[in-house]
């Protein structure tokens, strides 16, 4: 069982810079992906980032060369940096883990973190 809590939402100005973490706990230490989602108001939520176990990374293209995914693993987070953040990234953010073997797999979520990017 794994759970999930992300932090580091605010306001910012368009062109500013947030970084999202995502703490980790449970008896789960390996996983076969990491990322982050949001969900923008009146919208579905999309995909941000997903990083694999066997280290692929792809960003949505939109968020690409201004996001990045790391983890830490000494702290146990999943963090987010957004760089020249712009209205459009205004969203709810959740981290998400997907973990578990074949026939068994599982995935957690966050609760999720309010960035809003006023112009």
């Known amino acids: 069982h794994v759970q999930l809590v992300e932090s580091g939402g605010g306001s910012v100005e368009a062109g500013g810079s947030l970084r999202l973490s995502c703490t980790v706990s449970g008896n789960v230490f390996s996983f076969n992906s990491v990322g982050w989602f949001r969900q923008a108001p009146g919208k579905r939520r999309e995909w941000v980032v997903r990083?694999?176990?066997?280290?692929?990374?792809i960003y949505k293209a939109s968020v690409q060369g201004r996001f990045s995914i790391s983890r830490d693993n000494a702290k146990n987070t999943i963090e987010l940096q957004m760089n020249r953040l712009e209205p459009e990234d205004t969203a709810v953010y959740y981290c998400?883990?997907?973990?578990?073997?074949?026939?068994?797999?599982?995935?957690?979520w966050g609760q999720g973190t309010l960035v809003t990017v006023s112009s």
């Open positions: 990083k694999t176990s066997t280290g692929n990374t």
């Open positions: 998400n883990v997907g973990y578990g073997d074949y026939g068994d797999l599982r995935e957690a």
